[in-house]
């Protein structure tokens, strides 16, 4: 073995270690018996049983879910239009600020779009009255809005990669443009549209800060109140819920990749 | 994962053919006009509405800053805000600092996701797949969480101090935790993955046999890293330290839970200037100098984005 070649995988090794290990560790953590969440204690699942308990985390969770599962099916519909616009329709008028639009919300830092959506809010509320308090609504609004550039992203990759001739050939056959939209082209780039939604939802469930500056009084999401926990340090039953979220999240990813896998079979 | 699906991205000019009735016509400017209203509402109008009020003054009051055109109607507007951020010393050094750091923890990404993703290039196809899959899965687990566990991993009594504590290589714990080096850990532990995701989709694509050939012509090794790999995979470095430098500028949760009070950064003031102090107008000012210092690597990033699309076949 070469020395380039064992440079490169003993960095691999490093950084999946580095990837992987405080996550591992974590997990183990949350089994500790001992309230003092760095000293091992003997194994135990009581975390576990007090966060089933915690009123507030379940309330948290729910308001997340929620908020997850209207802003990522938003999102895909948005996103999935948009993606067929900049993948599909040619070029047309003011397509460089829809691109531009597209991209930027992904790179915004989190702290500026928090507050310009607020601010924004807040004018509304002035002059409309609506929203009278935010909450579930403005915190979805916020996450279909960042969600949705990542859904038209997949989209627009999945056509760009894709052979147009089935498209053709149905139109060659007399389909009328908007029946091959619905027959030919949605079933192929379901799977994007899946793996769009997917990422979305996890999105929506991992933001923090934009939430923070949207949510008003009352509406607290579950990383909202993970990060007034941990703000005073580590906590066991925060651990317990981590590794929940790890073997969730793990399991959900690892579906995804097997569904696009077989779907990029011919 | 943006630029994952940028590897497999064809040429193609996205023309359909142009025989459309009105009812296909109609559903055309649906589909666009749907989602580029949205955009247009709650993403670009909230930027007028950010400069607006960065050009207030700040009153006790709901909503907190004076409206921008007084009781005669006349346009009531002030770069006070913007001087103030201007003259004192403390935003200027904070901009500076969260620049510095951002830079550092894209040298820092950059020199481990490379090695990484030159790694995973060459491996075989069928690994690949996994290799790819396991740098992307910690970016789908809770961001706050991962931040998290690095809490318990550097804390004084934390895994990594009873560790060297108990293998007798230190007496005294070292303080890790509240420094600028757990910012960084935390900073390249959480954007890894968008420097590695690029740095393969330009990695992958390149030609060994040009390699092989500089070095069957005389070159070393270096000589050939430096002239053949290093220029081909620019376009990945580009990309992967605009997506994490861009981000790690407005980090607000990584400098709380793991930086020291010294280790203040610019998103941290601008959410304590909004919340905190209430002053709405300096912290709309605070986000427009922000955007301003990020303006030029936004656009470097969207044009190799664009080019990229339109290059790789």
């Known amino acids: 073995m070469s020395s380039k070649s064992r440079f490169i995988i003993s960095t691999l090794a490093f950084g999946y270690a580095f990837l992987y290990l405080p996550l591992l560790l974590v997990v ?94 807040v004018t509304l509320q002035q ?54 939209v619905f027959d030919i082209t949605l079933p192929l780039i379901a799977p994007a549209m899946v793996a769009g ?35 005073l340090g580590v906590s066991p039953d925060i651990n317990a819920l981590a590794t929940l979220i790890i073997v969730a999240v793990s399991t959900g990813v690892a579906l995804a990749w097997l569904i696009m896998r077989r779907s990029a079979r011919p | 994962m943006v630029i994952l699906a940028a590897a497999q991205r064809r040429d193609s000019d996205g023309l359909m053919a142009t025989t459309h009735n009105s009812k296909d016509e109609l559903w055309r400017r649906f589909a666009l006009a749907a989602p580029y209203l949205w955009l247009l509402v709650f993403f670009l109008a909230p930027f007028a509405i950010i400069l607006k009020i960065s050009l207030a003054d700040p009153v006790i009051a709901q909503p907190p800053f004076t409206p921008t055109f007084d009781a005669t109607g006349h346009l009531s507007i002030t770069a006070d805000n913007f001087r103030f951020l201007l003259t004192d010393k403390l935003y200027a050094i904070t901009y500076l600092r969260s620049v510095l750091m951002a830079a550092m923890a894209t040298v820092l990404c950059l020199s481990l996701g490379f090695p990484m993703a030159y790694g995973i290039a060459r491996t075989q196809p069928a690994t690949r797949g996994l290799l790819l899959l396991l740098i992307v899965l910690p970016f ?38 509240y420094t600028d080096f757990a910012v960084f850990i935390g900073l390249v532990y959480t954007y890894l993955p968008f420097m590695v995701l690029p740095l393969y989709a330009t990695l992958e694509r390149m030609d060994l046999d040009l390699v092989e050939a500089a070095q069957d012509l005389g070159a070393s090794r270096t000589r050939a890293f430096w002239d053949i790999t290093w220029p081909l995979a620019r376009p990945g470095v580009i990309a992967g330290c605009l997506l994490v430098f861009i981000p790690a500028m407005g980090e607000y949760v990584i400098p709380y839970l793991l930086g020291g009070p010294e280790s203040l950064l610019i998103g941290r003031v ?4 909004f919340f ?17 210092l990020l303006v030029v690597p936004i656009v470097l990033l969207q044009r190799y984005q664009a080019s990229d699309q339109d290059s790789s076949a």
């Open chain 2, 140 to 177: 789908w687990i809770s961001f706050l969480l991962r931040v998290y566990a690095w809490m318990g991993l550097m804390n004084n009594y934390g895994v990594i101090n009873n560790f060297l504590m108990w293998a007798g290589l230190i007496e005294q714990p070292i303080q890790m935790m």
């Open chain 2, 270 to 273: 601008l959410f304590d200037e």
């Open chain 1, 197 to 231: 939604w997917l990422l979305s939802f996890t999105l929506s469930l991992d933001d923090l800060v934009i939430a923070s500056f949207v949510s008003g009084p009352g509406s607290t999401t579950l990383p909202m109140y993970i990060f007034s926990k941990v703000k």
């Open chain 1, 28 to 121: 183990l953590y949350s089994f500790n018996d001992s309230s003092i969440a760095t000293i091992w204690g003997g194994f135990s699942t009581r975390w576990y049983g007090e966060l089933l308990q915690n009123d507030l985390i379940l309330d948290a969770a729910l308001l997340s879910l929620k908020v997850a599962v209207t802003s990522a099916t938003a999102a895909t519909l948005f996103g999935t239009m948009a993606g067929l616009a900049l993948a599909r329709f040619g070029r047309f008028k003011g397509r460089t600020l829809f691109s531009g639009m597209i991209s930027s919300p992904m790179v915004m830092p989190e702290v500026i779009t928090g507050l310009s959506l607020l601010l924004l809010f």
């Open chain 1, 127 to 180: 002059f409309t009255g609506w929203p009278g308090q935010r909450g579930f609504s403005t915190i979805t609004i916020a996450h279909t809005t960042f969600s949705m550039a990542y859904v038209a992203i997949i989209v627009q990759s999945r056509l760009l990669g894709m052979d147009e001739s089935l498209e053709e050939a149905a139109m060659d056959l007399g389909g009328k443009p908007l029946r091959v």
């Open chain 2, 276 to 292: 905190v102090n209430r002053d709405w107008p300096l912290a709309s000012a605070v986000a427009i100098v922000l955007l301003l």
